[in-house]
């Protein structure tokens, strides 16, 4: 399966949820805290969480050169596309948490 990306990372650390897991920040996520840091095209992959598997990776230890965010982390979202649509993941403490549904409930 090929997929498009983009990461989004908090662009002011002082927001009481950055580097906090899915249930500290659940209730206080906003969109409006995040910056989009990082867009690629494409990028193959079995699975969603293997594609995210491989972006953590990525992004920890073989940051692109036009990368200009930080390492990714926990409070990071990835959004990734495909011929279905796209789907949100936050980068929670010990695994990737499909976010998709309950930013759609905010709306």
Known sequence: MNYAYLIYQIKDMKTDYAFMGWN????????????GVYYERSIDGENPIAVLENLFEKFNINHPDDFKGHSMSVSDIVVLFDDN????????????????DDLRKRR
């Open 24 to 35: 500290f920040a659940k209730d206080r996520i906003n969109l409006m805290d995040y910056d």
């Open 85 to 100: 649509g796209c789907k949100w993941y936050y980068c929670d403490s010990f695994c990737w948490r499909d976010i998709t």
